[in-house]
């Protein structure tokens, strides 16, 4: 079952950074957090995960607070090609699996 | 850059056919799964198979539900006698976990839609 608390939808402007919340306040100190994203009824994409560090790939940053109780997925120049529903999920890493949430639908506005 | 495919991509059967959901993992992959998406709702965990046999499945995955990979490169999906609650988006996804990073690749999708 999903660990996580997201809001239901955001709207973001174009080119502006795109800021997602997530609480996941019993993650357990060898749980991950992974952000996916769905892109209308596409197959779910990964986008970043990470432990305790902050992380920033080609995509993304991820910013996990000191107490890891929650995460912030960052897309900072949003995209209309961004528009999609991101999934914050909690998983030991692994061979275990990604159960996902009702996620975040973000719309980004021209 | 490598992907997970699955074939078909829409799929209309029969109340009480067969179908079988093929998908191709990535090729140095060990881990595989089957989520599905009813119209509007969350992607469910189905089950997922390492080792040739299935390591955990969901309550969904009852007994119309088998999963096999009969070959190197091919890993299925049977549903035995379809309902109408069947039809759904179902994704395939694959794993490393060993030499590779921990993130899933999913395929694109089969439509299952049961008439």
């Known amino acids: 079952d999903a660990k996580t608390t997201q809001p239901p939808s955001m709207d973001c402007a174009e080119g502006r950074a795109a800021n997602l919340p997530c609480n996941h306040s019993?993650?357990?100190?060898?749980?991950?957090v992974y952000w996916y994203r769905q892109i209308h009824s596409q197959g779910p994409q990964y986008i970043i995960h990470?432990?305790?560090n902050n992380e920033t790939n080609e995509m993304a940053s991820l910013i996990i607070t000191e107490d890891r109780k929650s995460s912030t997925l960052i897309l900072p120049h949003a995209t209309l090609r961004d528009t999609a529903v991101y999934y914050c999920?909690?998983?030991?890493?692994?061979?275990?699996?990604?159960?996902f949430g009702t996620g975040t639908r973000l719309t980004v506005i021209p | 850059e490598p992907e997970v495919t699955q074939t078909p991509s829409h799929q209309v059967t029969q109340m009480g056919q067969e179908v079988i959901l093929r998908c191709v993992p990535i090729?140095?992959?060990?881990?595989f799964y089957w989520y599905r998406q009813i119209l509007g709702q969350k992607v469910e965990f189905l089950v997922s198979?390492?080792?040739?046999?299935?390591?955990?499945k969901s309550e969904i995955f009852d007994d119309q539900f088998s999963v096999e990979r009969p070959d190197g490169s091919n890993f299925t999906l049977k549903i035995r006698s379809t309902k109408l609650e069947d039809s759904a988006m179902y994704f395939c996804?694959?794993?490393?976990?060993?030499?590779?990073?921990?993130?899933?690749?999913f395929g694109q999708g089969t439509r299952l839609t049961v008439v």
């Open positions: 999920i909690v998983s030991l890493t692994g061979a275990n699996n990604l159960f």
């Open positions: 019993t993650i357990s100190g060898n749980e991950y």
């Open positions: 198979f390492y080792n040739n046999e299935i390591s955990e």
């Open positions: 990470g432990l305790k």
């Open positions: 090729s140095n992959h060990l881990y």
């Open positions: 996804a694959s794993r490393d976990l060993t030499t590779g990073g921990p993130e899933a690749f």
